[in-house]
């Protein structure tokens, strides 16, 4: 959330903003995780929540909201503070004419969250720009197979599981001094 | 189908239960693919099976098929036994609301046909997406024109020369001690 | 804007013409980028500006132009100027069936906002391209909303500060010969 | 146009069907490039030609056809002798439910000529999908600026200049022993 230089006292006033409210909101959180990649970026001028189009999607059913209140970059905790209440108990927000954040126990389930979510969104991007040509409306998961599919997927246990071989994958990468990726317990 | 660490004992039951009962339904099948792939996602939520849009779509020609029976994450035998029946003989399966799934005699071909499918369900939906803007139906091959390029490019033998190029490639940026890309004739 | 071997003399006369004009009628100017991106290609066909969909879009709210009279390649320094007029005092500007430009004090910045601009591109088509099968509209920045995010993150320093950490990972990986990445201080 | 290992003679007759007709039909072409590029296939699905939307695709400007009678994989030298008639003098067609071709005089143009055509068919899917949801038609470029444009820059010397930083690229990563890149003068 820092990022400084000798000749600079820039720091991210509304990355702070952000994650310090979250953190105070819910002391279970280990980690969030905010950026503006692309697909989150364009779905979240959508004004939607995500439809449960794909088994991956049920990782967010009832567990996501969408925050459609932008008033501007983050820079007063206030606004902090409205998204955390948005996000409640859930793993991810969409955050409206803004950009995704995930949060949860563990750093590996948030980072896990956060690339499945932006995936999420990149596939029902895709998928209903093409209903468009094709006429034909997509196909929706039932809430029963939504629901026994987060019950399986959707725990902190699992997001774990699913966030260690990107950790794994950086460390044999960029070398054992990352202490990264020494199981499934979280250290 | 498995991954462990010393501290853990998490079995990818999911990929236990899909990938065993195809074996056991199919005994010419020597491998099985499956993942979430993400234009594989996208287009498995349109509830529709590959249109013959291209030469390369011809390889699935009659020879893959929709299994539209999501029930939440495969967690039982009986769900993989689902699959492998759906699948029948065919050589792809487009799990509904999942992703994609391709079968084969060799790893090769397996190998080649994920990748050209997931490029095939790309194909179609960035097709169909652009014919909602120019109003302009897709051309379709026909029926007698697709049947020939099936037979010329749809069996195991020009998949496994398909996937070879694939295997060389990695054997090429990994090292011999790959056992990869020894020539034409399976192992 | 040159390139030549020993062999040629071929120069890149659209490139000369276009800079030459813009660093002319603006001495404030340190920097001007363009290129043919393919989403800003595809964005300067549609004939339209941004719209305000994402608070990263706001970086060009009331700043940026479509400089719409495309007259065949640039290759007289008459069209240049026309370029450089249309732009005016703001900071980007989409050249119809043509390309982006975005100009600034300094190198880091113009990089910066020509890489935001190109995803910005990417970001409308997107989210206009998925409206059309879900049939709702998107979601829109107010004018206030949109002005307070320019005041916040539309400035050169702003935009200086978003272009080091692209310049300090080329350095990273081209190593240290590139001069480049020594503050936040414009050299 | 071969492919062979000590164990095979699995030759790629499809492809010497196409290039040998071509080189037949046109003393002029020292070089043809065909391949099923992802976005060139979904083009080469909608049964049309390119659109001139951007100063790129009028490299392409009366110099490209679509070749819109697919027979299945080309196995007969007949098929081959089609393609050539319809691609007559010009630099490029648009095989039907196929993919693309390029040819000229040199290899570098007719690489310069793949990729840049490849890239004008996605930035047209992209901007015909986005279409859709804007409700707002696309901006055609007129036919005198389309003309001038192809004189400043579809020449067979525009072309090989375009190819040389290609090549140049994987000279320097692949080391002197390409050959490759030795000057604007084709060898």
Redesign the interface.
Known sequence: ML?A????D?RNVAAFAIHSEIHSARPDVGCAAHS?S??G????????TLD?????S?VFYNDHVLY?N????V?ASDEGKHIAKALGHRKAALL????LLTAGRTIEEVVAYFVLLD?CC?????????????G?P????GEK??Q??WE??GHSSNGY?MGL?LFQTVEAELGPRTFLGR???PI
């Open positions: 990022m230089t000798p000749s600079t820039l503006h692309v697909y970026r364009a779905f979240c001028a959508t004004g939607r449960m189009l794909t088994q991956d049920c459609d932008f008033q501007g970059v820079l409206g004419n803004h950009g995936k990149e596939v029902q991007l895709a998928a209903d720009a093409s209903s468009a040509g094709s034909k997509l196909v929706h998961i197979e939504a026994v599919t399986a997927l599981f071989p199981g499934v317990e």
